[in-house]
């Protein structure tokens, strides 16, 4: 069993009954990444260039196919970063930045030989974020990415034009010390061992809870 299955317990995770006050003990003092400001932003990115390095195997016969690309990690990097207070606007700034996305590239050579090879995508995002007032602790600005490719064509040597389908996530992140009321330790319940039935209706769940 686990927190959400069959373990019926007040010192675990799980939906508030009755008073939510009933229980709480203390206060506790957490170490987390604590997000003021957060924007999404998902459309088509069109000719893209991908210049491929790693291939695999290491001497493909010319020319390539392109198959697929997707990014290979879900915190990309953030260079080039820019953050110009709104004097109009109170805690609100404009955040430019390059989002720099690693991406695994799919494809086939002249000989039907599949291959894998590694590059990056360089997506510039110029958007407007609530960020803290001026404290000691320094705040940083993070993305969160995913691109899939399933279209492109070979242009040059080594080197992919794509069409892809990308969602970046760009935040506002802050490591702080908050205070919070506390029910005290969770109870850990016993693992539940792996049977076929534990799948049965799975794939009929939707995506999302109701």
């Given amino acids: ?8 317990s007040d010192r675990c995770p799980g939906p508030i009954n009755g008073n939510p006050l009933n229980g709480l ?8 990444k604590k997000v003021f400001d957060a924007c999404m932003q998902q459309g088509q990115l069109t000719g893209l260039v991908l210049n491929i390095t790693n291939l695999t195997p290491s001497n493909p016969t010319y020319p390539l196919t392109f198959v697929s690309a997707k990014s290979t990690v879900s915190e990309a990097t953030v260079s080039n970063l820019i953050i110009e207070p709104l004097p109009e606007r109170k805690n609100c700034a404009r ?3 390059d989002i720099i996305i690693p991406v695994s590239v799919a494809y086939t050579d002249a000989n039907g030989v599949e291959g894998v090879a590694t590059s990056t995508v360089t997506v510039s995002k110029d958007v407007i974020l609530n960020i803290p007032s001026a404290s000691i602790m320094p705040y940083k600005v993070e993305a969160l990415v995913s691109l899939v490719s399933t279209i492109g064509s070979y242009t040059a040597t080594n080197q992919f034009t794509v069409d892809a389908c990308a969602s970046i996530i760009i935040k506002i ?3 702080v010390e908050l205070l919070v009321p506390s029910y005290g ?12 039935e534990v799948c049965a209706g799975f794939f009929e769940l939707p995506i999302y809870p109701e």
């Avoid at 069993?1 to 019926?8: A, H, L, R």
């Avoid at 203390?26 to 170490?31: F, G, N």
């Fill in 1 to 8: 069993m686990s927190f959400f299955c069959n373990f019926q």
């Fill in 25 to 32: 003990c203390e206060k506790v003092c957490l170490q987390a």
């Fill in 95 to 97: 955040v430019k930045a």
């Fill in 173 to 175: 992140v802050m490591e």
């Fill in 185 to 196: 330790y969770t109870a850990i319940p016993p693992c539940q061992d792996y049977t076929q």
